[in-house]
């Protein structure tokens, strides 16, 4: 109905428009004009001017000989030939003769040729070019003569001129007879020709316009006429069916009720929004939807999908199937549907507490034999974890009596087994100490046999294993290198390639190698290599010497070396120390107890270095630490970093 009443205004709005040629039409004067009777040039010239001049001379009696005209004021340019047509007409009376000379007679005679046909009335072109041509040779006697004026008469439409024409008597000088001729322009009648034959065509096109404009009048009022018995056509059908609806819905919203009852909020909504829109006034429907729409939170699509599914896990409840659960997606699906229907939240909290229980009691029996399992492989952590969550379980899931009492007597084995395993990690733990790595490695191994599972026992060995430095490694002292070589003996020297060096010295009085430092028994032992400037003792040159803690050490009479001696617990040589410029290194027996002045090492008991089997411990008044691979530690706030 709409797209027809819009089809009706643009046909109104066409038909407005194709009224306009007509209505133009209409108010068109369509007077084109006529043209007033006039007298033409050649009616004037060549019929009025000789009978008037005929009727004058006879008049007068006149004969011989008459000057033509040759000057008139005022002559048109559109009338070029206008004097010669005038002489022409002159001439026309037979009594008087034109005298004219050469030039004058040429132009008289070709106007007589031209306009033949005009002048042939009055006399032949024999005749008048006798007349004009019997001056030639013979002596004149002139009589007459003539003279003229024109000038314009202008009228409403069309503009006349007046030619005057005075004829004189050449012996009395005196005025003959006058002669006045009123003709109309030439341009005028042709311009006023023109003016009405433009009006005429134009107004023929604006008639074609108005015949073409008025054909579209009625085609256009045609479809008007269609459309509107079209328009009346639907709205007799729309109100039939209209009627008929509003009978159906009214039937029809007796089922209200048993539709929102039996979950079709869809269909409800429908229906009510069907009725609203055809009685609109319905006050209580409108109320109605309102609750309605609260009650399914404004989704009712949603709302019966809730409702379908709250259904359908309370048919589940009522003869449920074990081991047949809701799918992570099918949880997560329902949970978005719990805000539309009320039930819907209930019947899923019971069905998720049905399948957990169920659960519980479907797998206790495997949780039961997978920690006997553990048990028996001595993963005692492990089967703890799954002890403590069937705990839980039972004490959520009310488990009967003789299931506590499995629980109960394999929690009982599986705290023995690990308080045990904790007494002899923490006697492992007493072993750190001493760094007997191997002993303690025995005990690990011996441990995780009996409890495989031992976190701090394996994390232990792990350390032990995994931190095996072998010979040489550094630790950085607040920018200082401490150079730590796990051998009997280094050679020291100026460092050259294809040179075996453990210290390097550069400095150029120094050989290469140049000397060697071991520790033999309780002893430590120097040696020169053969050096070219030798190795002093307390200014004595020696070869081999066993050094003591006050011997002044120099090498090559020019470099002095600043050495420390550590010795361990029991009194045997521990260590050696090497202080250089930039660094330090020490000839790590078994134990080096060192302490650091400046930035310079010493034998002490602040700090203590421990090897054994390739792992090294560093200890300090607090405890130890085992050396890790690019670690760092702080002890009596120093940092040490290790450089492997």
């Not at 009625?218 to 709205?235: P, R």
């Not at 039996?262 to 309102?290: Q, S, T």
């Not at 690990?444 to 060995?461: M, R, V």
């Not at 361990?568 to 660094?583: F, M, P, Q, R, Y």
Request: aromatic share 10%; net charge negative.
């Amino acid at each position: 109905m709409k797209k027809l009443l819009i089809s009706i205004i643009i046909l109104l709005v066409l038909l407005a428009i194709a009224f306009i040629y007509p209505l133009i039409y209409h108010f068109t004067d369509k007077e084109v004009g006529h043209i007033p009777e006039f007298i033409s040039y050649e009616e004037a010239i060549t019929k009025k001017l000789p009978e008037q001049i005929l009727l004058e001379a006879e008049k007068h009696n006149c004969k011989n000989f008459i000057l033509p005209l040759t000057n008139l004021p005022n002559v048109p340019s559109h009338l070029p030939f206008m004097i010669d047509d005038i002489n022409l007409a002159i001439s026309t009376y037979d009594k008087w003769k034109l005298a004219v000379d050469n030039i004058q007679r040429e132009q008289i005679k070709q106007r007589l040729d031209t306009n033949l046909e005009k002048w042939g009335s009055m006399l032949s072109s024999e005749d008048m070019y006798k007349i004009i041509t019997q001056r030639q040779g013979a002596e004149i006697h002139i009589d007459y003569s003539v003279q003229g004026s024109l000038s314009r008469v202008p009228h409403e439409r069309i503009n006349d001129l007046l030619l005057i024409l005075t004829f004189n008597h050449e012996v009395t000088s005196s005025k003959l007879f006058d002669i006045r001729i009123i003709f109309t322009d030439p341009n005028s009648i042709t311009s006023l020709k023109n003016e009405i034959a433009l009006k005429q065509q134009n107004l023929s096109k604006l008639y074609k316009k108005n015949q073409i404009a008025w054909f579209f009048v009625k085609i256009i009022l045609l479809f008007i006429g269609f459309f509107l018995f079209a328009y009346c056509l639907l709205f007799c059908i729309n109100y039939l069916k209209t009627k008929r609806i509003k009978a159906d819905l009214i039937n029809q919203i007796k089922q209200l009720e048993d539709l929102i009852n039996e979950g079709h909020f869809v269909a409800a909504f429908d229906l009510m929004n069907m009725y609203l829109e055809y009685f609109p006034n319905d006050i209580d429907m409108r109320a109605k939807r309102d609750r309605l729409s609260d009650l399914t939170n404004n989704d009712p699509k949603k709302a019966q999908l809730a409702y379908v599914e709250a259904k359908k896990i309370q048919l589940k409840l009522t003869k449920p199937l074990k081991g047949e659960y809701l799918s992570d997606n099918e949880r997560e699906n329902l949970k978005t549907l719990i805000p539309y229907h009320p039930e819907l939240k209930d019947n899923f909290t019971k069905l998720l507490e049905f399948e957990e229980t169920d659960k519980y009691l479907t797998h206790f029996n495997d949780n039961i034999n997978k920690i006997n399992l553990l048990i028996n492989e001595k993963n005692f952590s492990q089967a703890k974890s799954y002890i403590e969550n069937l705990k839980i379980n039972c004490q959520r899931y009310n488990c009967p009596e003789s299931d506590l009492n499995v629980l109960y007597q394999l929690n009982q084995i599986t705290n023995d087994a690990l308080n045990k395993s904790k007494e002899k990690f923490d006697s492992i733990i007493e072993l750190l100490p001493d760094f007997q790595i191997d002993l303690i490695k025995f005990h690990l191994t011996s441990l995780l046999s009996e409890h495989k599972d031992n976190e701090d026992a394996i994390k232990l060995f792990k350390t032990l294993n995994n931190n095996i430095l072998g010979d040489k490694f550094s630790l950085n002292y607040n920018g200082k290198l401490i150079h730590i070589i796990h051998k009997n003996e280094f050679i020291l020297g100026r460092e050259e390639t294809g040179v075996k060096i453990d210290i390097a010295i550069n400095d150029r009085h120094i050989s290469r190698p140049h000397l060697k430092i071991f520790i033999k028994d309780r002893e430590v032992i120097i040696e020169d290599l053969g050096s070219t400037s030798g190795t002093y003792i307390n200014g004595d040159k020696i070869d081999k010497h066993s050094l003591k803690e006050s011997d002044l050490l120099i090498l090559a009479k020019v470099f002095e070396l600043d050495y420390a001696i550590c010795k361990d617990k029991n009194a045997e040589i521990g260590a050696v120390i090497i202080n250089l410029s930039d660094c330090s290194y020490v000839l790590l027996r078994s134990e080096l107890c060192f302490d650091i002045k400046e930035t310079k090492l010493i034998a002490g008991d602040k700090f203590k270095v421990l090897v054994s089997d390739g792992v090294y411990a560093i200890y300090d008044d607090n405890g130890f630490k085992i050396l890790e691979k690019d670690s760092v530690m702080n002890f009596n706030n120093q940092i040490f970093t290790m450089i492997k």
